[in-house]
C-alpha cells in the first residue's frame, strides 16, 4: 500500500485549499489516518486525525475550527479541507497511516508544499 497526497499549492491569506491522501495498492484498512506538517525550520507537527472505522476525529489546536478532516472508505481517500488560511499554515503537508492500535503512525506519503501568501 502506498499513499499519495496532492492538492497543495499557492493560495492568498483567507483562501482555501483542500488536500487528497489516496491510499494505493492492496487492501486498505488502518485504524486510523492523519495529516501532519512541517515548516521550514521547524520539526513536523500533528495536524488531524480520523478513525477509518467511526467518525472520531483530532485536531490540532493551531487549526481547530478552520481545517477539516474527512474520508471517503469507497475510494481509500482522506481530505482535509483547509479553510481561512493564515501564512503560518505554510508547509509540506503529509499525510500518514496508524495501521493498528496501539502503533504509530508508520505509513508515509510524499508531501505536498502549501503555501499561504500574507
Known amino acids: 500500500v502506498q499513499l499519495q497526497a496532492s492538492g497543495g499549492g499557492l493560495v492568498q491569506a483567507g483562501g482555501s485549499l483542500r488536500l487528497s491522501c489516496a491510499a494505493s495498492?492492496?487492501?486498505?484498512?488502518?485504524?486510523?489516518v492523519g495529516w501532519f506538517r512541517q515548516a521550514p525550520g521547524k520539526e513536523r507537527e500533528f495536524v488531524a486525525t480520523?478513525?477509518?472505522?467511526?467518525?472520531?476525529?483530532y485536531y490540532a489546536d493551531s487549526i481547530k475550527g478552520r481545517f477539516h478532516i474527512s474520508r471517503d472508505n469507497a475510494t481509500n481517500t482522506v481530505y482535509l479541507q483547509m479553510n481561512s488560511l493564515k501564512p503560518e499554515d505554510t508547509a509540506v503537508y503529509y499525510c500518514?497511516?496508524?495501521?493498528?492500535?496501539?502503533?504509530?503512525?508508520?505509513?508515509w506519503g510524499q508531501g505536498t508544499q502549501v503555501t499561504v501568501s500574507s
Open positions: 500518514a497511516a496508524r495501521r493498528s492500535s496501539p502503533g504509530v503512525f508508520d505509513l
Open positions: 495498492g492492496r487492501t486498505f484498512s488502518p485504524y486510523a
Open positions: 480520523i478513525s477509518w472505522s467511526s467518525d472520531s476525529t
